[in-house]
């Protein structure tokens, strides 16, 4: 039986809070059995799962669920379900993985549905499942995310273990706001790993053109210090390593969240008479350009650790709870194309920042007129997308009379 959205979390926007757990030393004993239980489980399931060669989520499921349910007598009914779903979607999204048994670490986070997490939103006590029966567990945290899940419709839920402390990240439902129009063009974004974003409008962000190198200069000081910590071995280092870890990609969250706050403030920015600018963001489509673009052994570390996709995805939802028209276009010579008289040649970037067009004499930077042509490539496919019939091209939308008829020529 497939299983479908309700009604309320089709038409509303997805967002995730967290809340901290308070158990007691007894209860997080055994909330730390119940996560090891079930990374457990998810491994033996992965092993087995890779050597028969079965990934789908409902032929995963008939293969060992009686099999994991016999050989790990603590997991419950519906905590195998949900490993065996875990299992499947980790080979669904990682085509690489089925290259090798998918691994999951013994701290991993574990996913709790409905039937094995409910919230008493009074008290704040969360019902939680283990292996040695469900804890009622009190929770904590944010002003702004208790309300979350005290007022709107709730998801699954993480249940993380970081560092002594015992998290719970709850996925909820937002209402929609009402869609506006880009009347008036859009925002375009350039992203790059010299400069992280630069806008149409000539903005800049984090810094400016001059001064926008900190972060980079930031993360080869963290890539040195980890160097130098490794190749020490000390308990001492270790240690250190330990204290390091996951700080640059914190670093790099924090970044990338207020680089996407600010593209949809600017694009929802009120005019002097209280209405909005009505423009939309658009950004480049850049799918698989780590795979397309050659970089030297010293730009591989820069290339591969560029979080392109991340703000993407930061500025879509964001923009998607204010109501913001958000597209993506091709990136194709966006860098290299003039926007006024719209030439295109290599020769227009006589250097990395520079541009100059050969036909025109339009020079600028040439980020700065990247993000241009990204805004007026979403003017275009905005239209195309959503008023098909100034295309002249037949769509599904049209009337079957007004398609141009179908050619009877040689049958």
Known sequence: MTLRKSAVKQAGCSSVVQVRLTPTPEQAVRLAAAVAV???????????????????QLALHRLIYRHLRDHFADLGAQATVRTIAR??????????????AHVFRP????????????????????????????????????????????????????????????????AVTLPRPDFAEPVNGFLGVDQGTANLTVTSDGEVLPGTIENNGHIRGLRDRRHRQRRR????????????????????????????????????RKASVLSAHGAGTGRGIAMERL???????????????????WAFAQQITFTRYKAERAGIAFTTVDPAYTSQTCPRCGHVTRLNRPERGTFRC?????????DHIA???????????????????????PSARRAPESKPQTSTRGR
């Open 38 to 56: 079930c990374n457990t489980a998810a491994t033996y399931a992965s092993r087995i799962a890779w050597e028969q060669g079965v990934f789908g």
């Open 358 to 366: 050969r036909s025109c004499d339009l020079a600028g930077h040439a």
């Open 287 to 305: 799918d698989g350009i780590r795979g397309r673009v050659r970089a030297s052994r010293s730009q591989r570390r820069t290339l591969h650790g």
């Open 371 to 393: 993000a241009i042509n990204i805004a007026n490539r979403g003017v275009e496919g905005w239209g195309a997308i959503n008023r098909p019939h100034a295309t002249g091209l």
């Open 87 to 100: 299992v499947a979607d980790v080979y669904a999204n990682r085509r690489s993985t089925r290259k090798r």
């Open 229 to 264: 910590l490794q190749a020490k071995g000390t308990s001492a280092a270790r240690r250190r390593l330990r204290t390091l870890a996951g700080r640059e990609s914190r670093m790099m969250k924090d970044v990338n969240h207020q680089i996407s706050k600010h593209l949809v």
């Open 107 to 170: 701290h991993a986070a574990v996913p709790y549905d409905a039937r094995m997490i409910s919230f008493n939103r009074d008290a704040r006590i969360a019902s939680v499942w283990t292996p040695a029966g469900r804890i009622h567990v009190a929770y904590t945290g944010r002003d702004s995310d208790l309300k979350a899940i005290a007022t709107l419709p709730i998801g699954e839920c993480d249940l993380i273990e970081r560092n002594g402390l015992w998290l719970l990240q709850v």
